[in-house]
């Protein structure tokens, strides 16, 4: 393994700062600083751009984005043993990394960084998710970011980039097309981290669109695909029951058969469908 860095191995820097993998934050760490620039370079053309890193850890994704050339990153990390070791990064690479110890969840990075900004994370899959669809659903778009790298189980991953009529199409892929170019950009197996996963994982790679597919307000967006999704076997008209008294209504307006399923329905039914729930509000 080549070094692409003058800092110490990782497994060197966990050992010292005794970060014994904890399974209530997710960590599963990545070790091979091959393997971390070659996610880094998933990101882009990384000269020139400010970088916002979810999750740090020991900081080998850390290093690899700042190898690969990052004008800058700022790294936000939930524990608190972790610091240290990414402050020892921060003073290799002067004034390009700052290191925050806050969770992601509570934390707003907005401000601190400038255009463009990139996020490249390795995430538990809970607050992965739940951070993906607060970056893909705010009320304005573009974002503020212009690209996004996670991370994720492999089967999560096949749920972001699904298509409709596969089994794995559901609220994420809906989001996700909506306002983003998403593919799987890399596979990892469960031993390409310490300690290994019990499944295995991916790198997703989304681009933000300049303007959304399909016009619709984000919030009703999101709750028609997370209504019709949660109870995918049944037909629109029951799973939306709750959404608006005249749902069936809403349905054949939008041009969409009540009795389908929500995994059949298309990107531009659903905005079709957020559009005419929102008109009625
Ligand atoms: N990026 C490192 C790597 O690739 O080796 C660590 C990845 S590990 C899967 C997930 C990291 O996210 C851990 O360092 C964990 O402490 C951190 N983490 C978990 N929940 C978090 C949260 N809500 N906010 C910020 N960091 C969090």
Known sequence: MTQIDALPPLREVIATHQLSARKSLGQNFLLDLNLTAKIARCVGDLTGADILE??????????????????RVLAIEKDARCIP??????????????VVNADALEFDPTGQLQS??????NLPYNVGTELLVRWLTPP?????????????????????????????YGRLAVLAAWRSDAQIVM????????PPPKVSSA?????????????????????????????????LRAALKGLAPDIEEHLRGAGIDPTA??????????????????ASA
């Open 54 to 71: 979810i999750g740090p850890g020991p900081g080998g994704l850390t290093r690899g984005l700042l190898a690969e050339g990052a004008r």
């Open 85 to 98: 070791a990414l402050q020892e990064i921060a003073a290799a690479y002067p004034g390009q990394l700052d």
């Open 116 to 121: 463009p900004i990139h996020i490249a994370a």
């Open 140 to 168: 304005q778009w573009p974002p503020f970011w212009h690209s996004l790298t996670l991370m994720f189980q492999r089967e999560v991953a096949q749920r972001i980039t699904a298509q409709p009529g596969s089994k794995a």
């Open 187 to 194: 596979n990892l197996p469960p031993e390409a981290f310490t």
């Open 203 to 235: 790198v997703v790679h989304l681009r933000a669109l300049p303007a959304p597919r399909f016009e619709a307000d984000a919030k009703t967006l999101e709750r028609v695909v997370a209504m019709a999704f949660n109870q995918r076997r049944k037909m």
């Open 261 to 278: 399923r929500a995994e059949t329905l298309p990107l531009e039914a659903f905005c079709a469908l957020a559009r005419s729930v929102k």
